[in-house]
């Protein structure tokens, strides 16, 4: 055993940082935290000043048994887990569920897992800091507080199994006011005109007019106008420009750009750049830093004065306007300067490029332009035309990186090149375009937008956003969806050749691509919490508590009075909320059923979105129906309510069995016998007939049909998530780009069933067959027990070649009641 054991949180950590270590040290990993608040149970002494109460899971055990192994022989301990608090949290957890020493524990952080940055960390180690595990504790007492007292509301006010969360909760406010602006929104029409005129050198020269019509009537007076008219350049301008490069990247402005030009998710951009970073790649990704240090400045120099020369390079040290940022942490940027591209995997590389571009950009010079602005008068009238136009006279940082604009930025007066023209030159008319222009409703937001609204108004930091932002999707409180948008009327029109035309066209909008749209739950979960918990729900409350954990973790606050002020007020409206408050529904009246009489209603129900016929207090019990996923309480009309109590439609009968069309979790399918055949999105399971369900029956039997056989048992083929697969006997086999999946030969099939069977047989490290159990190799060095359909995950830490069958049997033993208890 080394005399030096490193302990951080992550394996691919621990194997890069050994690396660089010499055979003195020993690189152990904790796999994330050892210990937190219980599952089960609050797990906060509210009555002993909000003492938090941890446990070492049962998964961590294993880990926390052999790192107490390796402490108690090694001569100095290296807690080296993130520099954040989560990190410093860690690094407590483990020196006091490990009992360590004070006289042979360190702690240390590094900004970047480089030999350099590590040796240094040796050589500076320090104490933990108590003011930040203080205010990670704070954190995580305060949203348990949160979470814990408010989802039984909710479970009694609107259904079971709903949560609450304190940065989520307000997350999806945001989300959901969005929605509701988008839907009270009205839009105003304008008519805008457009030109395309030709110089005397016969070069096109396209123009906007500068003002907007508010009717049809104003801009086809204005367009008679323009009939023999003749047109000149009234003004020319031309002015220096230049374009400034963007600050390096922090975490935001990391998974906003990743997102705009990779069309990453936030969740996948932070995996990614956590991989880059355990990788030795770049430095350490969860910071709202925009500065670099004087050493990366002075390297990114050298290699722009090498690369591009001397006008290119311009050093510059940024800060940023945020209170709450941490200036002392770095932005994110490349480790090595002079390694262009680094990464595992196509993604990772992506990744790469777009830092190392970014921060290399962030220390060049300034890109020079010549902006052009030509005014076009008439004869005929006052209004001008403008044409603008921009020349990049130098290219400065754009010769290596260009910022994505996004859609609110966007303009289509454009930055063309523009031929060059005199004051008083005449310009030949081509064409003159209006068009019936209606206002926008406010963006939905992306995942990268929505990242920028929280940082804007500071609710939550770099290490929440993204946590954030899956939570409520898991939650079913948001979906990233698409709208198809809806059609309407516009009116054009169009002087060309001396003749005036006028024509309507009709135009699609309000589509959508990939947005966060509030489901149903959603929006009545989010409508309840505002109206009793307005305090909680706060854009300022939030922001507040978030400068609390700051001041906490700089030592200026105590974290019990701050969590004491919160919870006395937060207690009280929990308690009069649960005495007072109605059941809330989100009902909404949508008539009467013609057949019965009675009133319709869409609400939020005990199992999600339904259609309720019939009131409750009535003698006669009301009818229920499930939404369909496509639908939405908030817009669904009486004759699509009406349509769901007529599932399942009995389409008649195939081959002497019936054949029906319903709604399940998954969406419409056709049902016959066992077969479930899923009706395509374009189809309405209101309206399929029943030729067309026998056609998607025959259709799937025939792709169930066996394609051969393998040691005289069927093989059928299929598309899976994952790809084309064949299927024999409980196996699936992913069939490669190598084979043609839609002519698979007997050969082709023996080949690929017999290598994955020898595959799986390679996996099996244990058996005992006489038992039915066999302990088999899963990812990243972990091992699986399999008995049946039983499967027991081992942590890394196991040793396989010790365990013994009787320990084996007590784990599967323990598991199995578990189950079954479950299932009861």
Known sequence: ????????????????????????????????????????????????????????????????????????????????????????????????????????????????????????????????????????????????????EMSPVLWKKIKPGLSAGRVQSVAVRLIVEREKEIQEFNPVSSFKFTAEFRTKDGKSLKAVLGKEFKTYQEALDFINSCLDADFKVKDLQKKPGKRTSSAPFTTS???????????????????????????????????????????????????????????????????????????????????????????????????????????????????????????ISNSKNKEIFQAKGEVIIFDGFLKVYQETQTEAEDNDEGTSILPEVKINDPLENEEIFGTQKFTKAPARYTEASLVKKLEELEIGRPSTYAPTISTIQNRDYVKVGSLEGKSRKLQTLRLKKGKISEKTETEKYGADRRKLIPT???????????????????????????????????GQEVWTDMIKDFYQKFHTTVEKVEENAKRATGERALGNDPKSGKPVFAKIGRFGPMIQIGETESEEKPKFASLLRTQSIHDITLEEALNLFELPRNLGEYKGETIEANAGRYGPYVRYKDLFVSIPKTEDIMEIT????????????????????????????????????????????SVGKKYDFDHLSQADINELIADKLKKEAEKIVVNWEEEGIRIEKARWGRHNIIKGKTKIELGKEVDVSKLKLEDVKKLIEKQQPAKKAKKK
């Open 1 to 148: 055993m080394p005399k030096n054991l490193v302990i951080v949180e992550s394996p691919s950590k621990a194997k890069t940082i050994q690396k660089y270590l010499g055979d003195d040290f020993r690189v152990e990993s904790s796999f994330g935290h050892i210990a937190d608040l219980p599952k089960k149970g609050m797990g906060i002494e509210i009555d002993n000043n909000f003492k938090p109460v941890y446990e070492v899971s049962n998964e961590k055990k294993e880990v926390v048994k052999k790192l107490k192994e390796l402490t108690s022989k090694a001569d100095t301990i290296w807690l080296a887990s993130d520099e954040d608090r989560e990190g410093e949290a860690i690094a407590w957890h483990l020196y006091h569920v490990l009992g360590l020493a004070k006289k042979n524990t360190h702690r240390i952080t590094f900004n970047e897992i480089t030999k350099k940055a590590i040796q240094k960390a040796i050589e500076k180690p320090r104490k933990i800091d108590e003011d930040l595990v203080n205010a990670q504790k704070a954190r995580r007492v305060l949203d348990r507080l949160v979470g814990f």
């Open 253 to 375: 402005t990391l998974q906003q750009e990743a997102s705009l030009k990779l069309g990453f998710s936030v969740s996948r951009t932070m995996s990614i750049a956590q991989q880059l970073y355990e990788n030795g790649l770049i430095t350490y990704m969860r910071t709202d830093s925009v500065s670099l240090s004087q050493d990366a400045i002075q390297v990114a120099q050298n290699m722009i004065l090498s690369e591009y020369g001397k006008p290119y390079a311009a050093p510059k040290n940024y800060t940023t306007k945020s209170k709450a940022a941490q200036e002392a942490h770095e932005a994110i940027r490349p480790t090595d300067f002079s390694i262009k591209s680094a990464g595992a995997d196509n993604n990772q590389r992506r990744l790469y490029d777009l830092i190392w571009k970014r921060t290399v950009a962030s220390q060049m010079a300034d890109a020079e332009l010549e902006r052009t602005i030509i005014d």
């Open 520 to 554: 149903d739950i959603g929006i009545v979960v989010n409508d309840f919490l505002v109206d009793y918990f307005k305090a909680i729900l706060d854009y300022g409350f939030t922001a507040r508590v978030e400068e609390s954990f700051d001041k906490i973790a700089e």
């Open 690 to 733: 029943s030729e067309r369900a026998i056609e998607l029956v025959e259709e799937k039997l025939k792709a169930n049909a066996p394609i051969g056989t393998y040691e005289g048992k069927p093989v059928t083929k299929g598309v899976g998530r994952f790809g084309p697969f064949i299927k024999w006997e409980n196996l699936y086999v």
